[in-house]
């Protein structure tokens, strides 16, 4: 007959925490078989920026997913990083490339949508400006980012939206819809990760990740140029100049050149995933609620004889 606890007196231990930043595609990431529980977050690539005010490409989408049973994983697990979107060419179509989707631990988080120049925003982890791409595409709850900035003036464009469930949806442009004279909008700033991770070094200002790339204002100055969202957005740059990429290891987006000829949009920042494997207390010769329950269920609990 099976009892709870067993003659010595118990020896307490603890295994400590462990954080991990992963920024590159391994097949074999470790889970030690002490840890229980995970906290993750994934983030995919940003999406490239459009060239000739074009909108901003979208950040990667991003998703956290908080003390989760990571027994199933213990051994080995591959882990994916998404790169970022190409940067949109200085002939047509002009529009930047998506983002690339990361995968971890049964998470998959979409890449950023592209920049556009004449057309809709790409969908996308977020969206990408120019006529304002969905983001959270596909769709799961929370959301894994925000809509890119629509496309309000016809010489002038959007950003990209920022990623994650905080993320902020891409600015607007504004301003006289005439050539050099419209305000782009800004990239909607990402999620902040930090305090999930503390000790743990990444991201923007403390954590952020997956900002959105500033929109782009045909041959304006660099003042009405859209900045970067805070997550690793790129700015779109003044005439004469490439769009700013999007930051590496954040799922940035990228912003945009804003005249042809004389440069071309930015490149989406690769993503990255954060993993922390939580810390476990185990004593000797005391059972866990688990195993006592099954015992009981069993009928193999009671008093020896």
Not at 140 to 162: F, Y
Not at 199 to 228: D, N
Request: glycine fraction near 30%; include cysteine; proline fraction near 7%.
């Amino acid at each position: 007959m099976a009892i709870g606890l067993i003659g010595t007196p118990a020896t307490v231990t603890r295994a400590s925490s462990s954080s991990t930043k992963v920024t590159s595609t391994t097949p074999s990431f470790s889970v030690p078989s002490s840890y229980l529980t995970a906290t993750v977050a994934v983030v995919a690539g940003g999406g490239g920026g459009g060239t000739n005010h074009a909108g901003g490409g979208g950040g990667g989408g991003a998703r956290l997913s908080e003390n989760f049973d990571v027994t199933p994983y213990h051994g080995t697990t591959p882990i994916t990083i998404g790169g970022g979107g190409s940067a949109g060419p200085a002939s047509p179509p002009k529009s930047g490339g998506q983002g690339a989707n990361s995968v971890a631990f049964g998470i998959t988080s979409a890449g950023g949508g592209a920049g556009s120049y004449g057309d809709n925003g790409a969908d996308g982890g977020s969206g990408g400006g120019g006529n304002g791409g969905d983001g959270n595409t596909p769709p799961v709850s929370p959301p894994q980012g925000a809509n890119g900035g629509p496309h309000t003036r016809t010489w002038g464009n959007g950003g990209g939206g920022g990623g994650g469930a905080d993320g902020v949806n891409g600015g607007t442009a504004s301003g006289t819809d005439s050539i050099g004279n419209v305000v782009a909008g800004n990239g909607g700033a990402g999620s902040n990760y930090g305090p999930y991770f503390p000790g743990l070094s990444f991201g923007e200002s403390g954590g952020y990740v997956a900002g959105g790339g500033g929109g782009s204002s045909h041959q304006a100055p660099a003042p009405k140029q859209g900045q970067g969202g805070l997550g690793g957005g790129g700015d779109s740059k003044a005439p004469g100049n490439d769009g700013g990429n999007g930051d590496a290891n954040m799922g940035g987006g990228a912003g945009c050149n804003s005249q042809v000829p004389g440069g071309v949009g930015g490149i989406g920042g690769s993503g990255l995933v954060l993993v922390r494997l939580n810390p476990v207390f185990v004593a000797s010769n005391v059972w866990s609620l688990k195993k006592v329950f099954q015992e009981i269920k069993a009928n193999n609990w009671g008093t020896p004889t």
